[in-house]
């Protein structure tokens, strides 16, 4: 079944040697695999530049910044907002001239260096045939009994632990430390990254996940499984923002500026929800999928801008890292 | 003639001396105390022990430099003759051939050999599957096929029972006879000197005496010999 | 011993070549970090708190571990019954595992809803939570007691049956024997066994940040993480690989200067008979008990991959062949690597040897994420990384096999030298016919069980792959990830079963070849 598509790759890569120009994109792991966004989005904007887009997969900002200016990259994409700060720092990324109207995400955007393609909000996700009565807030999530439990990202291995930190630290502030008192005996373990999480919950060892309030919509589309919710917290959520850039030391402008309007037409927008399993950066809401349209929605956005984030960041991890030391 | 000119080994504190010559051709018995040195006498001249001093000389040649491969001696350990991974016949054609590639004259020696101690068919058996007796035979067999010029034994029979030690001794005997060898042979028993060496050489103290013929030898001991035979 | 009258010139060569290699790989890369960081930063007290951590669970681990392969090893090496050549295969299993796989396997028995708790259950007993120390204990002795096992079995396995024999008619009784027979081998084996797993423990991240419950349980390695990740600071990332060194110089140095030298004798390759009588139900009792706690999580992995692994897309299999030919490729570079090593070690005089062999377990205390970056630095500007990927990886992985194949071949090969040296030199067997004929047959137990752990190895790995890969050249570990990324945890765990399933087998096919006495 899936023969088709390698053979096609394969013949598309041959047919690109002679002198079409090669847009060379840094993303993640996630993006670029074969159950990710990457090869649709590639595929659509092939038809229409006359170049090959090659995706260079991994951790994207670290190779960007150990390569330096001899970087081969044109476009990074799947940068998280907690690094625009230190991207931005290095001065290997080129600003946009892109028109930011089109822009559907529930803040206001109006960076011209990181171009946001998707975004979601971060949410505890639990299994509704089992918890029955969901916190409705950050405050009943912390008044819940200690025996039921949650997994949590280490933020100092994974962003989605990392915005937890950001989103306790904005709803409680100076009391940060006394939530994550309140929220350590819950928590069961705290684990490198994601997956890792997510494998936890959805084989009944944990009874809540950190991850996104559009988790569910992956179980209902693909596997017709009503049984995963996330829990809307009163207090608002933090947001999640992936974004692409291009790369100052690019020898194809014209093309990475292609890309980067390519990012922001409904094209590419489309694509984003069932592959990506996040909402769409630019796309007006009627336009969702439905089932994205019915999940549970937050009412209040929560983000802090880069240096917000940075200015709160090493003491938010100290409360969090002695929360877990009593 | 196998001369040691002016040899002098030394291991830790223990020094043993020796200028003696052994006749070519002939079977020469060192004899003496346990500790007295013998065994350090075989591997100095099989090249296992470097020289403090002094020469091994065969025949106008100077062996003290070459490594124990290239010195023309086949040798018998008090064990581990035999490699126990490899087979019978790869024991003993690693005497023709340490890279064991064979030609056919090569292999037809290798089982004129095996036959001869009395090992035909059995070339393709491993060493666990062999009687004591056996792996003595395959040794044996090696030495024969290696036809060297010297043939150095190191109490290689001590393990066996009387009856099956005088029949491997006749057998070192008739493979020194058929391959015209000079054979050096450490004992602790002297019937075995008796039984098949021309000379005996006393060795005592860490010194290496001239060998003298068998019967001159017991039948006129030197006293540190008495001594040890206990007459 | 006597020195050696002559050296083989060709083994200081290829030796000389191997040990390079291995410095460039552990310290030039970490050289290039250093060289590439602005400035190196002091610690922070949570660093050093994550130093004395992974200290203190290494060092229980590997207690632990070593500890209760005594007595699963004694059994093992005393006892014949159907089924334990499997077995002992299989003990090679979790050692090999994919931290990822490894750790939802052990969830699954031993977390809240597993098969130990359900069980306790029943009986009214409270759960017990894996989570904490406890849980970094039960990982780590799950990975490294098979280890602890077969390097102890090997030790067994190496005294001669004569000696055995010997016992047996002099009456012994269990203890006398454990006294004057086991415990001298004992002595010779434990404390190389004891320095491996603490050195496989100081690099543990995932398993035990996940197990460990939380930020108490960082290591080192996260700390280098974090510094990597988060703060983008090479320098502290250097600092910390510097003192993770540190560590393992100061235990390796430990152990070189506990274990005594083998005085273990040569035997003729009889098939061990032991004449023991006692206790045969503790054998079994212990045989039992640790198949048990091995082999329960394997079967949940079983189970959980099974039901989707006919339905696994295409790429995940094209991923397996890639995955399966890096492993081969590293395979033999690490036998190739290990040979040439361990035959100039056992040429060596003693402190030369000491030295060489130290560098040769260099790798096991690197840190593969400072390993990879600076590699990654040092090659970039000359090729494309991605070019490479999969050479690169061949030949980190095979560097980081090369501990566990020096762990067996050297006492092998040292022993076939003392027992059957003198013999090969009056043939005059020298050079390739005396590694052909005498070598490398008396080190094939140890060949073969190093060779099968350096493909199980090179098969689960994530580490250099990770940074060098573009994406399109995905091994299984990688493409297993990126399942769970996506949320198809059920593919995923079918791609974990493929992955454990083509590793063990790759594992028993070398373990095998060694193991076959004709």
């Known amino acids: ?326 | 003639m196998l001369r040691l000119d002016g040899l002098k080994v030394t291991q830790g504190t223990f020094e043993l001396v020796a200028d003696v010559a052994f006749e070519r051709g002939r079977c020469t018995a060192l004899i003496g105390p346990s500790g007295a040195g013998k065994s350090t006498a075989l591997a100095a001249i099989a090249g296992f022990v470097p020289l403090t001093r002094g020469r091994i000389i065969w025949c106008d040649e100077d062996l003290s430099d070459l490594a124990p491969g290239e010195r023309g001696m086949s040798m018998l350990f008090q064990d581990g003759n035999v490699f126990p991974h490899l087979t019978v016949f790869q024991n003993v054609a690693l005497g023709l051939s340490p890279q064991l590639r064979l030609d056919a004259d090569m292999k037809r020696r290798v089982h004129a050999a095996l036959e001869r101690v009395g090992l035909a068919g059995m070339g393709g058996r491993k060493p666990s599957a062999l009687s004591g007796g056996q792996i003595a035979r395959v040794a044996l067999a090696r030495s024969l096929a290696q036809a060297c010029p010297i043939m150095v034994l190191d109490e290689p029979f001590a393990a066996l029972g009387p009856a099956l030690k005088i029949e491997m001794l006749s057998l070192v005997q008739e493979v020194a006879v058929d391959t015209n060898a000079t054979v050096l042979m450490v004992s602790h028993d002297p019937d075995d000197a008796k039984r098949i060496a021309d000379n005996c050489a006393l060795v005592a103290d860490g010194v290496v005496s001239a060998p003298v013929p068998k019967s001159e030898f017991f039948d006129n001991p030197p006293p540190a010999l008495r001594a040890y035979l206990g007459t | 011993m006597a020195k050696r009258v002559f050296s083989v010139k060709p083994t200081s060569i290829l030796g000389g070549a191997v040990a390079s290699l291995i410095l460039f790989l552990v310290l030039g890369t970490l050289g290039a970090v250093i060289w590439r960081a602005d400035d190196i930063a002091g610690l922070s007290t949570y660093d050093w708190a994550a130093v004395r951590f992974t200290v203190f669970q290494a060092f229980l681990s590997a207690l632990l571990s070593v500890t209760l392969a005594i007595p699963v090893a004694r059994a093992l090496a005393r006892r014949r019954f159907w089924g334990r050549g499997a077995l002992i295969t299989l003990l090679g299993a979790p050692f090999i595992l994919p931290v990822i796989v490894a750790v939802l396997g052990l969830i699954s028995v031993f977390g809240r809803s597993g098969i130990v708790n359900e069980f306790l259950s029943v009986f009214g007993i409270d759960p017990v939570s894996i989570f904490g120390l406890r849980g970094v204990l039960i990982a780590h002795v799950f990975f490294n007691l098979p280890l602890a096992t077969r390097l102890l079995l090997q030790g067994w396995l190496s005294v001669p049956s004569e000696r055995f024999r010997l016992a047996a008619s002099l009456n012994f009784d269990a203890r006398a024997m454990f006294m004057r027979v086991e415990m001298p081998m004992l002595r010779d084996v434990i404390p190389g066994a004891f320095m491996l797993i603490f050195l496989i423990c100081t690099t543990s991240f995932a398993v035990a940040l996940t197990l460990g419950g939380g930020p108490k349980a960082t290591t080192i390695e996260l700390a280098i993480y974090q510094a990597f990740r988060l703060d983008f600071n090479l320098g502290k990332a250097a600092l910390l690989a510097i003192i993770q060194f540190g560590i393992s110089a100061a235990a390796a140095g430990l152990a070189y200067w506990v274990s005594a030298p083998s005085g273990i004798g040569a035997g003729l390759d009889r098939n061990v008979k032991r004449f023991d009588r006692s206790a045969r139900w503790i054998d079994a009792t212990v045989i039992a008990a640790a198949s048990l706690f091995l082999i329960l999580p394997l079967t949940m992995i079983l189970l959980r991959g099974l039901p989707m692994i006919l339905s696994l897309p295409t790429a995940v299999w094209l991923s397996a062949l890639r995955s399966v030919w890096v492993a081969l490729m590293s395979t033999g570079l690490a036998v190739f690597a290990g040979l040439s090593l361990a035959l100039w070690i056992v040429r060596a005089q003693r402190i030369g040897a000491g030295i060489i062999e130290g560098i040769g377990y260099l790798t096991i205390a690197a840190s593969p994420l400072v390993m990879g970056t600076g590699l990654y630095l040092i090659l970039f500007p000359f090729v494309n990384p991605f070019d490479v990927a999969l050479l690169v990886t061949a030949v980190v992985n095979a560097a980081m096999a090369l501990p566990f194949l020096l762990r067996g071949l050297v006492p092998a090969l040292r022993d076939a030298e003392l027992h059957f040296g003198r013999l090969a030199d009056s043939l005059g067997m020298q050079g390739w016919a005396r590694v052909r004929y005498l070598l490398i047959p008396r080190a094939r137990r140890a060949l073969g069980f190093g060779a099968g752990l350096a493909a199980a190895l090179s098969m689960g790995d994530l580490g250099v792959i990770a940074l060098f890969s573009d994406g399109s050249a995905q091994t299984l570990p990688l493409q297993l990830y990126a399942l769970m990324s996506a949320y198809r945890m059920e593919q995923a765990a079918a791609a974990a079963l493929v992955l454990v399933a083509l590793s063990l087998l790759l594992f028993w096919i070398f373990d095998r070849g060694g193991r076959t006495d004709a």
């Not at chain 1, 530049?49 to 997969?57: E, F, G, I, P, R």
């Not at chain 1, 025996?147 to 306790?168: E, F, M, N």
């Open chain 1, 1 to 326: 079944m899936k023969f088709p598509i390698i053979a096609a790759g394969i013949l598309m890569a041959t047919s690109a040697v002679a002198d079409t120009p090669v847009l060379t994109v840094y993303a993640p792991d996630y993006f670029g695999s074969e159950w990710g966004p990457g090869p649709s989005i590639e595929a659509a904007f092939e038809e229409t530049c006359a170049c090959d887009l090659q995706y260079v997969t991994g951790d994207v900002l670290p190779r960007v910044l150990l390569e330096g200016e001899r970087t081969k990259a044109d476009i990074v994409i799947g940068l998280n907002t907690d690094v625009t700060k230190k991207a931005r720092e290095s001065g290997l990324f080129a600003t946009h001239t892109l028109d930011l109207s089109p822009m559907t995400l529930p803040i206001e955007w109006s960076d011209d260096t990181f171009l946001p393609f998707n975004w979601g909000y971060n949410a505890f996700v639990y299994d509704n045939t089992k918890l029955e009565n969901p916190p409705t807030s950050f405050d009943e999530l912390l008044a819940m009994p200690d025996d039921v439990k949650i997994v949590i990202q280490d933020p100092r291995a994974s962003y989605s632990g990392l915005t937890l930190l950001l989103w306790v630290k904005s709803v409680y502030g100076d009391d940060a430390a006394e939530a994550w008192a309140k929220l350590a005996p819950k928590v069961l373990t705290v684990t490198k990254g994601w997956s890792e999480a997510y494998g936890m919950f959805t084989d009944g060892e944990a009874d809540m996940v950190l991850s996104y309030t559009t988790s569910p919509a992956y179980h209902i589309i693909a596997e017709e499984d009503l049984s995963k919710s996330a829990a809307i917290f009163d207090e608002g959520h933090y947001l999640t923002i992936e974004l692409a850039a291009k790369v100052a030391t690019t020898e194809n402008g014209d093309l990475a500026d292609a890309f980067m309007a390519f990012i922001l037409t409904p094209e590419f927008q489309t694509m984003i929800p069932t592959s990506n399993w996040s909402y769409p950066a630019a796309l007006p809401e009627d336009q969702w999928p439905s089932v994205f349209v019915e999940l549970n929605y937050p009412e209040k956005a929560i983000f802090l801008s880069e240096d917000e984030a940075a200015a709160v960041r090493d003491e938010a991890l100290a409360e969090w890292q002695n929360a877990f030391s009593q």
